[in-house]
Nanobody
Framework: QVQLVESGGGLVQAGGSLRLSCAAS????????MGWFRQAPGKEREFVAG????????NYADSVKGRFTISRDNAKNTVYLQMYGLNPDDTAVYYC?????????????????WGQGTQVTVSS
């Protein structure tokens, strides 16, 4: 059974930073593209960042470029999202997702597996 478990969310002041982690089990993590998405209250889920299974390529939503960094540790079956310069617009539930053999696409339909999410709240 595939499990993706996010952690690291919390309450932070504007300008602060957080690092999210997503631990994967039950899938071939090292050959899975991974993505982070988020969903704010009353809004649709949106792409944040993606990383290919070889970590050879990453892509980001324009709204987070230069502030967020996605990375992965295949030895630990874990993908990370380092977030700097947080602002209230970043408040959302953050989800990680896995796409076996995928490129870390921005399209949510590409992803087969999803975690339960972790809440990030940024106060002004």
């Amino acid at each position: 059974q595939v499990q993706l478990v996010e952690s690291g969310g919390g309450l932070v002041q504007a300008g602060g930073s957080l690092r999210l982690s997503c631990a994967a089990s039950g899938l071939a993590f090292s050959t899975s593209g991974m993505g982070w998405f988020r969903q704010a209250p009353g809004k649709e889920r949106e792409f944040v960042a993606g990383i290919s299974w070889r970590a050879s390529s990453t892509n980001y939503a324009d709204s987070v470029k230069g502030r967020f960094t996605i990375s992965r540790d295949n030895a630990k079956n874990t993908v990370y999202l380092q977030m700097y310069g947080l602002n209230p617009d970043d408040t959302a539930v953050y989800y990680c997702a896995a796409d076996p053999l995928g490129p870390g696409s921005s399209r949510s339909l590409q992803y087969d597996y999803w975690g339960q999410g972790t809440q990030v709240t940024v106060s002004s």
